[in-house]
């Protein structure tokens, strides 16, 4: 529509720019969960009288203050941020129908066990090897479709970043590593949204990292910085854009006290996109730099467990995830989500310098 408006009114001949379907994404997806944020809010409520069941093993301050509170809410997110990728996005690129089918099949994965939780009023819904299944077995599908998009020179790359562009041919060993990156940072991100506002400002910054990846890689400015180059990065970008607009305008209804939390069916699908979009890139190494909140609370639940069955039920932390390890030494909530935030913006920098100007 751009296209054809740009041909027959001058006002639209830079509306094709990447930087403006950039904005125009992430002002979309804003302005839209801004405006159905409450709608959703209110839905939620009235079909779930009891709301999402909290852990009797966790805080015993979440019993009292999140009592009630809607799961599901990742639906804002995700209604909001596809539309404005159907809206911005150029869609005769593989990617972006690869993208949304990622986000809807990881969506209704965790609907699912969103929907069982509410409805048996249990923490514990679908088992661990199911869940895992299913992410597996998306992710192949999606690793085997970027592939047939991706440069012969960079199919089965691994690239190391603040290096001067080395990188090494996993040959087919590439695709279950990627397959492990998509299922981990779902799960990573799902273990990381505990806490109000916790997750949502943690993906913000991380998908700020990759769209910046995401437009040296897919314009002439890949030439000039360590990124490869890749055909239809600059729709990533886009939507990544998106899904930013989205992340924040679901935190203002997510902010302490929440009015609805994120839920499997947010965490699960955007951590497996913010995933997807690294193994796009050739990025899967950044995301550990990235990402590494999200990885530094899934390494805290393996230790945990780790720890329990190796000592005879002792406990290396006082409760994991390690954000509620920190809410047990007595922090208060909102001290623990801004530092972590603070942590995350600080590595997101640091993912950032892996830019080297050639």
Excluded at 164 to 169: K, L, R, V
Excluded at 224 to 252: D, K, N, R, S, T
Excluded at 290 to 302: D, I, K, L, Y
Aim: hydrophobic share 55%; glycine share 10%; with cysteine.
């Amino acid at each position: 529509m751009l296209v054809y408006l740009a041909d027959i009114w001058k006002f639209f001949e830079g509306a094709t720019d990447p930087i403006v379907r950039c904005l125009g994404a992430f002002f979309a997806a804003l302005i839209l969960s801004l405006i159905c944020g409450g709608r959703v809010v209110a839905l939620l409520h009235h079909h779930q009288l009891k709301g999402q069941p909290i852990r009797e093993d966790g805080p015993q301050s979440h019993l009292l203050t999140k009592k009630g509170t809607p799961t599901m809410g990742g639906f804002l997110i995700l209604g909001a941020a596809i539309a404005a990728m159907l809206l911005f996005c150029d869609l005769s690129a593989h990617f972006v129908w690869t993208g949304i089918a990622v986000l809807v099949i990881f969506c209704g994965v965790g609907f699912a066990d969103d929907y069982l939780k509410v409805t048996r009023q249990t923490s514990a819904a679908m088992t661990a090897k199911m869940k895992l299944v299913l992410q597996f077995a998306t992710a192949l599908a999606a690793i085997l479709l970027i592939s047939c998009e991706t440069p012969d020179e960079f199919r089965f790359a691994l690239n190391l970043p603040y290096t001067t562009g080395w990188s090494f041919d996993l040959g087919w060993w590439y695709v279950p590593f990627a397959m492990i990156v998509i299922t981990g940072a779902s799960n990573g991100v799902n273990l990381s949204d505990g806490l109000d506002g916790l997750a949502a400002g943690l993906l913000s910054a991380a998908f700020t990292v990759f769209m910046i990846a995401a437009y040296l890689s897919g314009t002439l400015l890949a030439l000039q910085y360590y990124v490869p180059e890749i055909p239809q990065a600059v729709e990533v970008a886009v939507m990544c854009a998106a899904v930013i607009g989205g992340c924040l305008g679901f935190l203002w209804f997510n902010a302490k006290p929440a009015a609805v939390f994120m839920g499997d069916t947010g965490s699960l699908a955007l951590g497996a996109f913010l995933g997807l979009v690294a193994v796009m890139l050739k990025q899967e190494i950044l995301l550990v730099v990235a990402g590494g909140v999200f990885v530094m609370e899934s390494v805290s639940v393996m230790i945990q467990v780790g720890w329990f069955k190796m000592s005879g039920g002792k406990r290396f932390f006082k409760m994991a995830p390690i954000h509620h390890h920190f809410e047990q030494l007595g922090w208060p909530e909102t001290k623990v989500v801004f530092r972590f935030w603070i942590i995350g913006i600080a590595l997101a920098v640091l993912a950032l310098a892996s830019f080297i100007n050639r």
